[in-house]
Structures are given as C-alpha cells and as structure tokens.
C-alpha cells in the first residue's frame, strides 16, 4: 500500500496561520492579524530514508513537524500518508496512522514523566494501542531497551537515574514501540552533550537500516543533517526556500539565504576560515510579513519592486528546488541579498 | 602563537584551584587542580562535557560560587599580580565588573525584566567610574553603538523584552566590556542563539577584542567555537584538565585520546562521514569519585590495568605550552594506552 510516486509521506501546500492579537473580538472588528507559522510548504518523503528540515528559530519548522504528528491541525493544504488523505480520514484510520507515526524529543529531561518507570513509559503506547497481554508487553519492552542499547533490567528505574544519553535512549525506545513506518526527531541530539550526540546519531542510523524506518528530522545543526539526511530542506519564515538531496544543497547551494547559512556555520578546524557572508539585518516577524521578498530587511539595498514580485520555485536541477524572487529570476534566488562572491 | 603582536602580557593566571562541594552525599570536587593563565589580547577556550567542571572554574575565578555548598580550598587566582582569594567582598566587588566581567549564557535571565537597557548598562559604570547625567547617557550610547545596536539613543529607554535575542545577548556583551575590564569570561554566550546571530555575535567578541585588546575565557562544549575563536585550549573532564595547549597543535594533533575522540565525534558539514567515531560509556559521577584514572569508567573492561585504579594522570609539558595528562601506568605512550582510540 504505497502512493502512486512510491512516497511513503506527502506534504502539500501545507500551511497553519495562528491567530493573534485584536482581542476578543479581533476577527469582528478586524484587527486580527495572523503569525503565519508555516506558509504553504510541499515536500515528499521516500520509505526508508531520512528528510531533513533546517532553518532558524522561528521559521516554521516545528510546526511542520507538529501537523505531521497531527498535534496542531493545518489551516490549509494536505498530508498523505502512503497516498491516503490523513487529515480528513475516518477516526480508526487516524488512530492508525498516529501509531504509524511516532516522534522523539529534543529534551530528554522534559519528555519523559519523572513519575514513570521506564516500563511503564515503553509500555503506555503498547498499553493503549495493542491488545497484548501482560507479559507480552513485558518482554517487547525488554527487547525493545536492548535494541537501543540500555539493559533490561533498567526497566524498573526512573528517568532521573540516568544520563542524558541514556534518557534519549529511552525516548527512541518508547518511539520503537508500535514499529512505527515514520519517526518525526525533533532536535534529537542538541540538547546532549558532544560526546553523546555521536552515539545517538549512530543509534537513530542503525535502528532505520533494521528497521526500514523513515525520518523526518528537524535541526538547526547543519552538520547533523549532512551526517544522518538524504533529502532537506531550508525553511525561512514559513516557506520552504531550497530543496535539494543533502549533497547537492551542500555543494552547490543557489539560494542566498542557505549560503547565508552554510556561511554562518562553524568551522571544523582553525585553518578553516571561510569567506563569511553575515547577515546584518534580523529576519522579519512572521506576523504579517513582507508580502513577496521576506528577505528586503536583511537586504542591504532592496529594490522597491521587491516588494511587489511573488516568489516562484525553479528547479535548478533534477531534485534541486530552489525559490527565486521574479523580479531576479535570471539569478540564482535575489541579485540584491547579500551574497558570496 | 607567541608571535602574534596583539597578544601581550599575563593578566590571569589560575594555580592549582581546587574548589569542592560538600553536599550529604559526599565530596564533589568539582575543580580539582586546575592551572590555566590568560595573556591580553588573547583567547582561551575551555571545553568540555556537562559536568566537566569548566563552569565552576569561571565562577570559582568571579569568586561567585555560592557557598555553602561550594568551598574555594585550595590555590591562588592572580589577577595582574593580584590574588583574588585573599579579598574580603568589598574588595571583590570593586574588582568584578571592573577588571574582571562575564557575559552569562541565557541573556534572558542576566538581564532584569524591570529596568531598561539604560539602567543595566550604566549600573556598572555608575558605581566603578563614577559617572552620572549626562556624561553617563553618553557613554551607555557609545557601548551601545560599540556592540552595534541600531538607534542606541532610542533603544536604549526598551526593557528586555522588547529586544530579539540576539540584540539581548549584545547588550548583555555591551554590560560586559563597559568598564573596560582586562579579563572578559563568556560562559557558553551563543548557545541560545541561533546559527547567523551567532556568527554575527563573534565576530562582534572578535572586533572587541581587537580594540580594548581583553583577554576572553571562552566557555563552550562546541569545539567549532574553539576553532574560530580561540588562541589557546584546555580540555576539562571531570574536574582536571587533561590537554591544554596552541588551538593549531591540538587539532592537528591531539596527543591525548579523549581529546582526540572528542574533535573525531563531531560530524563535518564538508564532507559526508560514513559512521561518526562515538565515545562509548559515559562520564564518571564526580561525586565520591573512585581513586585512579577518571576514564576508566570509558575504557573497555578487559583492557584495565591494575595500575588504572590507583595510578592518577600527571600533567606533562611534552612541547613548550603544550600539557597534556599522562596515566603513570603508561607513561611512555601517547595519554592512556587503554582508552578506546578514533581510527
């Protein structure tokens, strides 16, 4: 049971406005406005890989990532989940495709209930969505800590009797649960110290060559996404500006706002000092943005037109998407942004 | 790095601090030995994992670890000749601020929801230079626009939250360097910033840097930071430093292996790595620590040595400026011989 072009996720045009401000009355008087957190986005996940999502505070990714765990209900656009509308289905097959659906937590110390044994976080999912008995649930759990690299006999501890690693450990573990086909990470290692990440990485890299999993990952981290992703995706106040698979947008990134971030990433080695093209403005806020070039206030010498062109997406080359503004669309992205060169 | 014109004199020079925490769980020795010293002009990264103790050593050197529980017991910290330990706290507040600054990590919490930016910034120049009226506004505008807010005059009647993050964390560096102090400790200042904002906070530290010509104590776990801030690096685990020496020398060639695997487990946004080298086990409790080497607790079981669990690592200086931590047990080779290495 997979879609006609064999993606196991489909995003399209996907969006969710968050009303603020006006009041109680705002959307009768009018003053309502509108954070659009996510503004129309479209992307497609394969079976058996990973997509990455990257982009700063603030540009939606978050969100994405809530609407596809069906946490926060899109304003507009589609999800299709193996070419099955999942927002407008029946209430058994949301049930299924929120057990097909799983997500692990940037911060191990808040996702996990201090209350809770660690059997009893693994086995709740278990508990609520199988019919399995007792002891079936107790040896799935003790498997299920073997495969992320804990002992079964730390099923009876809690949460605050381990590390960091070890409680995103957990957190894999209780995402394992249902043999779920998607695992949406958000932010999985950046609240873990350096030297745990890579176990981490490895772990999440391991689980999906048993397990045929596919990920969605969110980070801002671009090292991160380059390690785990195969596909990703540059978000910026709520639009997806650039689409590529990870070696493409890493070796030939078009659009100036991803140079502008590659450009801000650290170096790897003191010798390694790169051209940096820095940004000098602040990104907008996403309550009302500009209308076309979100970008004009980073830019040092917008052009007034720049205000009025829509954006198109192009592609630059097979799989590679990239926004362009229309005034500029014989440039890569915007001639006025600045840019490397 | 000796050669570099802009790096001067010795401003700071931290011996042998040990700073515990007597908790009824026993003795955390949170600093156990740290030497490290700081020239003008110049940047000292200290890395390390949670828990490494790299913090308290800041707070241990701004004598602002509370106490109880914290306890400085032992060393000196020699700031331009002067030993910080032997002042009472009249002393201390005249020197912190002064000579001696931090800018914290969260610049939410540092800065005051209830005053404006005016206020905090002129705090410190009103009680250590003196300044009031008009002379004071001015100065408040000129580090404002040194850190480069935009409209200073203006936006320096907001209140903290009325400013972006990045903007709080630049009025919280413009606090900093506002007394002009000769040692300025940035305590992990971007890791609540994101990616472009943290850049453009750098190079601004940088830019400072070159002007006032403040050494900088770089507090951080992300060895990119290191790569483009720092002159010098001290590696800190569980309260010791274990290598410190040229930012140069220890890329290229780590001697110690932890170092070495912590540079190795970081994945490269330039080339795409098949497997990520992973640190295996986890840090040791620095609560009533076990005696011996701290890495045994990372170190495959069967290859301990005997000597592991009674023999401490020595610092030893194996090329001019370059320490690094060798077990007693194996002393001949490269760090510890036992420890799982990166190949």
């Not at chain 1, 809530?66 to 097959?93: C, H, Q, R, Y």
Request: glycine share 8%; with cysteine; proline share 7%.
């Amino acid at each position: 049971m997979t879609s006609e072009n064999g993606s196991l996720l489909e995003i399209k045009n996907l969006k969710k406005h968050f009303p603020v401000g006006g009041g109680m009355f705002g959307s009768i008087t009018g003053k309502k406005e509108f954070l659009k957190a996510v503004d129309g986005i479209s992307l497609t996940i394969e079976p058996g890989t990973t997509y990455g999502l990257v982009g700063e505070s603030g540009c939606g990714k978050s969100t994405t990532a809530k609407m596809v765990l069906m946490l926060e209900e899109p304003t507009d656009g589609e999800i299709l989940f193996n070419g099955e509308d999942a927002i407008n289905a029946s209430k058994e097959a949301k049930r299924n495709y929120k057990s097909n659906v799983q997500a692990v937590f940037q911060d191990p110390w808040a996702s996990l209930n201090p209350r809770m044994k660690v059997e009893s976080i693994i086995a709740e999912p278990l508990q609520v969505n199988t019919s399995m008995t007792k002891s079936e649930i107790k040896t799935k759990v003790g498997e299920i800590l073997e495969e992320v690299g804990l002992q079964q006999y730390q099923a009876g501890l809690y949460p605050h009797e381990f590390s960091g690693g070890q409680r995103q450990r957990i957190g894999v573990a209780r995402s394992l649960a249902l043999n779920p086909k998607l695992i949406v990470l958000d932010e999985p290692v950046s609240a873990l110290d350096v030297s745990i990440r890579a176990q981490i990485m490895n772990l999440l890299m391991d689980l999906q060559k048993e397990h045929g999993l596919t990920y969605l990952l969110i980070a801002h981290h671009l090292a991160t996404v380059r390690y785990m992703c195969d596909k990703m995706g540059v978000m910026y106040l709520g639009k997806l500006v650039e689409e590529a698979t990870t070696d493409q947008l890493f070796d030939n990134p078009t659009h100036p706002y991803t140079q502008a971030l590659i450009g801000a990433a650290l170096p790897y080695h003191p010798d390694d000092q790169k051209e940096e093209m820095l940004l000098e403005g602040e990104v907008p806020s996403p309550i009302n943005p500009p209308s076309c070039c979100s970008y004009s206030p980073l830019c040092p010498e917008p052009d007034p037109q720049c205000l009025e062109n829509e954006l198109i997406t192009r592609e630059v080359e097979p799989g590679h998407r990239t926004a362009h503004c229309a005034l500029c669309a014989d440039e890569y992205g915007c001639y006025w942004f600045p840019r490397e060169r | 790095m000796a050669s570099d014109s802009r790096i001067g004199d010795v401003v700071l020079e931290v011996k042998n601090l040990q700073t515990y925490f007597v908790t009824r769980w026993g003795i955390t020795k949170a600093v156990d030995g740290v030497s490290f010293d700081l020239r003008k002009g110049e940047t000292l990264g200290i890395v390390g994992e949670s828990g490494s103790g790299k913090s308290v050593t800041v707070s241990s050197v701004m004598r602002l670890v509370p106490s109880p529980p914290g306890h400085i017991v032992g060393g000196e910290i020699l700031l331009e000749g002067e030993n910080l330990l032997d002042l009472d706290d009249n002393e201390m507040n005249k020197v912190r601020g002064d000579k001696i600054a931090m800018v914290l990590q969260d610049p939410m919490t540092a800065l005051n929801p209830v005053f404006d930016i005016e206020d905090q910034v002129g705090e410190a120049l009103k009680i250590h230079e003196g300044l009031k009226g008009p002379g004071l506004k001015e100065t408040v505008i000129d580090m404002l626009r040194k850190v480069r807010i935009p409209a200073p005059d203006t936006r320096m009647k907001d209140f903290p939250h009325q400013l972006s993050g990045g903007m709080r964390q630049r009025v919280v560096g413009a606090i900093g360097i506002s007394c002009n102090p000769s040692v300025l400790i940035a305590d992990e200042p971007t890791t609540s910033l994101d990616a472009t904002i943290q850049a453009q906070y750098l190079n601004l530290l940088r830019d400072l840097q070159e002007d006032t010509g403040v050494g900088i104590i770089f507090i951080t776990h992300d060895f990119g930071i290191v790569a483009k801030m720092c002159d010098r690096v001290a590696v800190m685990y569980a309260g010791k430093i274990v290598e410190q020496g040229d930012v140069r020398e220890i890329f290229n060639d780590p001697l110690h292996p932890y170092t070495e695997a912590l540079i190795k487990s970081v994945p490269k946004m330039e080339e795409n790595v098949e497997r990520l080298y992973a640190i295996p086990g986890n840090p040791p409790n620095v609560t009533n620590r076990p005696s011996g080497c701290n890495f045994q607790p990372l170190c495959d079981k069967e290859n301990l040595n005997p000597d592991c669990e009674t023999l401490e690592p020595v610092l030893r200086e194996e090329s001019p400026g370059h320490w690094v931590a060798y077990c007693a047990a194996c002393i001949d080779t490269h760090g510890c011989k036992w420890f799982p290495r990166a190949l």
